[in-house]
């Protein structure tokens, strides 16, 4: 089984998502096409740019979005003075609201990973023995494998 997996992959389903402001803040955060399998409340693994982050997963009255992403499962739950890797990778990107991104569903409610538009990346198999050695792995550091 190969190690890596294409965005352009048949087990990748692939939506559009849209930069937007969270909320009276300056701050970009990303809504989300209603076509995903995501429950408010719950917590995801994200990738961005190759590295695999945790972000909650919101709702609002346009529907449901992602304000952060963040190293630590603790982090995306308490976020206060985290670094916000979403917001860092959508200023380096140039994205501002409006503007769309791909969000690849990897893991239908579990993982899922951001790119621009266009643009092909590859993710990492998460869904053999190499992923259950990374959950004890993150299990032995502390963080929640759960997603």
Same mark, same amino acid.
């Given at each position: 089984?190969?190690?890596?997996?294409?965005?352009?992959?048949? #087990?990748?389903? &692939?939506?559009?998502?849209?930069?937007?402001?969270?909320?009276? &803040?300056?701050?970009?955060?990303?809504?989300?096409?209603?076509?995903?399998?995501?429950?408010?409340?719950?917590?995801?693994?994200?990738?961005?740019?190759?590295?695999?982050?945790?972000?909650?997963?919101?709702?609002?009255? #346009? +529907?449901?979005?992602?304000?952060?992403?963040?190293?630590?499962?603790?982090?995306?739950?308490?976020? +206060?003075?985290?670094?916000?890797?979403?917001?860092?990778?959508?200023?380096?990107?140039?994205?501002?609201?409006?503007?769309?991104?791909?969000?690849?569903?990897?893991?239908?409610?579990?993982?899922?990973?951001?790119?621009?538009? +266009?643009?092909? &990346?590859?993710?990492?198999? &998460?869904?053999?023995?190499? +992923? #259950?050695?990374?959950?004890?792995?993150?299990?032995?550091?502390?963080?929640?494998?759960?997603?």
């Amino acid at each position: 089984m190969s190690d890596r997996i294409p965005s352009d992959h048949a #087990s990748v389903h &692939t939506e559009r998502a849209e930069v937007a402001r969270s909320g009276g &803040t300056r701050r970009p955060c990303l809504h989300l096409p209603a076509d995903l399998a995501l429950e408010p409340g719950s917590f995801v693994r994200l990738v961005i740019a190759g590295d695999e982050y945790h972000a909650e997963v919101r709702e609002d009255r #346009s +529907g449901f979005l992602l304000r952060g992403a963040y190293d630590l499962k603790s982090e995306a739950r308490d976020p +206060g003075r985290a670094e916000n890797r979403l917001v860092e990778w959508l200023r380096d990107e140039g994205r501002e609201p409006g503007d769309p991104v791909e969000i690849d569903e990897i893991e239908p409610g579990e993982r899922y990973g951001l790119r621009l538009p +266009g643009e092909r &990346t590859f993710y990492r198999d &998460t869904s053999g023995p190499g +992923g #259950s050695l990374q959950d004890i792995a993150s299990d032995l550091d502390g963080v929640d494998s759960d997603g």
